[in-house]
Every structure is written in C-alpha cells, then in structure tokens.
C-alpha cells in the first residue's frame, strides 16, 4: 500500500508494479500547473507525482522528462554527461553493456515517476482519460474493487501490449497471411525477430514423431513444428501469462491438436527425438518479467537445458538450441565458455545453421550497443549426446 495527503485528507491505494520495483518514499499530488522544469527535479530526487489533472496532460509530462533526459539541459548535467561519454569511450564491451543497462534503469526510474490513481474497476477518474480497463484486465487480471496506483510508463505500456494481443504479429514462417498471426500476451515475449523463427522452420528435421519446444513463450516455435508436419510437440514454461499466450495461439492457428502446453520448469516427462530450446541471450538480470525472454542471469536457463538434454534425447535424437551470439561481443559469456558447457554435459555438435539478423538495430550508429549488434549472429546449434 501507498499513502499521501490530499486536501487535508490521508489516501491510500494499492501499489501496483510489474518489475517489483518500490513505491517513492515520498508522494505529491500533482496537476497540470505543474511546470516540466519542477516536475524534472523532483523525479530526479526520488519524488512521485500522483497526478489529479488531465490525462494527456500527464502524458506530455512524460514526454518533456524524456527531452530533458536526452538533452541533459543544465551546464552540471551537460558536464556529468560529457564525462560519462568520456567513460563510455574507454570501457570495454562488458562495461559499455553495464554502463548502457545502468543508464536504462535511471531513466525509466525518472519517467516512471508520473502516477496514475485507479478505481476499483481499473476505471481512471482523470480528465480526458481513455478506458483502459480492459488492457488491465488482461494483464492483471480481474478487477478486485480496490483503488490502486501505477505509474503512467506502465500503463502505456499495457496499451500497447492490448495493441499487440489484438492485432497480432504476422509470423511468415507460419505461412500464408492472415492465418500466420501470433498473439502475444502483455509480460510474453512477442516473436518480432523473425530469425531464429526462420532458423526452425528451415533446417531439415530429424523426425515428425514428436517434439519438445522447452520454455516456449508465445508458442510460435511450437507451432511452426507443427505446421512443418511434426505430429506431436509437447510444448513447456513455467510462466502462467506464457502457458495461456501458448494454448491460445496454438488454438487460433489449428495446431491444437497436434500441440500439447504443459507446465514444467525446462523438460516434460520423457525423450523425445526432437528437442528446442531458445533460452534468454545475453547472461544479466531481468528488471522486469518481459525482460526474462532475453536476460537470463548466469545463464541458468542455457546451463540447466544444456545439462538435461542428454537425458531427454532419444537415441539418435538431436537437441536444437537457438541461440545469438551477442554476449561474446558483448564480453559477458566467450565462446569457449558455451563449448565447455556442451562437452560438460556430454553432449556433441553435429552442425550449426547462422544467420544474420533482420531488424534495424545493427545499422543505428548511436546505439550504445552497435558495435556488437553489428557482429551478431543468431545460430541454431544442432547438437547430440556423446557416444
């Protein structure tokens, strides 16, 4: 719970926050005579600001703390920023990576400092404020009639997961439009990189009796499995926004019948001939539960599948692992290190399909990271247990 004062009156509200983070020590009510300039300092302070005034108002609030996070406006920001830039140019990529996850976290800790109060129905009683009960209601569930509070950035961010639940993402390696569209839910990784996509469904299949898709988000790879005429797939995760996203899309797309989502950390019961996995890429600390599809600390997802496959193969069979490249440049996992995980669990490599990747982000110069988003490549490492 949270608690302030308005109008001479204590309030309080349930605190609602997907990435766990913690409410602000302290809470003002904020309007829309709030100039950017104050609203600015005090979210660099730690300060909330729960707003009373008009909706969009509140969102163009974010906005002008966005600018003023880019622009680092004052002589003392602009000198802080120039040694940072300095500090940048002399890392190494491992530090590059900490420096640019660091500068993440304190931006979205100062846009996240606009509050929106909720009704016990998800309604918000705000001027000019759009209905967002139902993208609540998908991402957290059933309103329970208390009066809550989230920050306005996690509530846009709900909207656009409603966005991408509705309309879907076209999934060409499911095959022809309209019927290749994959739902994702808020919190489940949407398949918006189509290469490791492609990656399974073009490299020749060992069998079409039977595979496991292990940690399978939306089911997208589940599915592609199926479509490529695999007749049973046995599909995990343990996330239950994953498990639900799975069977959904899975249904919508006819496969149902050959797909079977079960809840299971890693592996089902079993062997199969055909084992996939696509763990979290890059070795670092989630902050919040989408960035599980892509962050997996110490590697525990990659080590704990590499560990049990041998166990879950038939004889003959082959383990598929998805996996970038991107944290060798990065400098926070070497190759040698993922070879001697492969060895260690007696396992063998029989073959490795690259690719480069499609999206944009290799080519923008002033991303932080493009040095290594340039050298990228994503791989799908056919592998088998020792003999």
């Not at 309080?12 to 003002?28: K, M, T």
């Not at 802080?80 to 996850?101: D, G, M, N, V, W």
């Not at 009704?119 to 705000?126: E, R």
């Not at 019961?269 to 600390?297: F, H, M, Q, T």
Request: charged content about 20%.
């Amino acid at each position: 719970m949270i608690e302030w004062s308005h109008q001479g009156q204590n309030r309080q509200a349930l605190w609602r926050s997907e990435s766990g983070a913690p409410a602000p020590r302290r809470i003002v009510v904020a309007d829309d005579t709030l100039a950017a300039d104050t609203a600015f300092r005090m979210a660099c302070e730690g300060t909330g600001l729960l707003w009373q005034g008009d909706f969009q108002n509140a969102r163009m609030l974010v906005q002008a703390l966005m600018r003023r996070i880019d622009t680092r406006g004052s002589k003392p920001r602009k000198a802080a920023a120039a040694k940072a830039a300095q500090k940048a140019a002399a890392a190494t990529p491992a530090e590059t990576f900490h420096l640019h996850r660091q500068a993440q976290s304190q931006r979205a800790r100062v846009l996240a400092s606009v509050l929106i109060p909720l009704d016990g129905d998800y309604g918000i009683a705000l001027r000019r404020a759009p209905d967002l009960r139902q993208a609540c209601t998908e991402a957290w569930g059933p309103a329970d009639g208390k009066p809550s509070v989230a920050t306005l950035r996690e509530l846009l961010g709900l909207v656009g997961a409603h966005e991408w639940r509705k309309k879907g993402v076209e999934v060409p390696a499911l095959g022809a439009a309209p019927n290749n569209r994959i739902h994702p839910y808020y919190g489940v990784f949407s398949p918006v990189r189509g290469e490791y996509v492609d990656l399974v469904a073009t490299t020749p299949l060992p069998t079409t009796a039977l595979a496991f898709d292990i940690g399978c988000g939306t089911g997208v790879l589940a599915a592609v499995l199926a479509r490529r005429g695999v007749q049973r797939v046995v599909a995990t995760d343990l996330d239950p926004r994953a498990l639900a996203c799975a069977r959904e899309n899975v249904q919508r797309l006819g496969v149902a019948a050959q797909v079977e989502v079960v809840q299971a950390y890693l592996f089902p019961d079993g062997r199969a001939p055909l084992v996939v996995c696509n763990p979290p890429w890059v070795p670092a600390r989630a902050s919040s539960p989408i960035e599980r599809a892509v962050y997996d600390e110490g590697s525990a997802m990659l080590r704990g599948f590499l560990s049990g496959l041998a166990a879950h193969l038939e004889p003959g069979g082959e383990g598929w692992l998805i996996l970038s490249d991107l944290a060798e440049h990065l400098g926070l996992r070497p190759r040698a290190q993922l070879l001697e995980w492969i060895a260690g669990a007696g396992l063998v490599v029989l073959g490795r399909h690259d690719v480069k990747p499609h999206h944009g982000k290799p080519g923008d110069a002033t991303d932080a990271l493009h040095t290594a988003r340039a050298a990228e490549v994503t791989s799908l490492w056919r592998l088998a247990a020792a003999t």
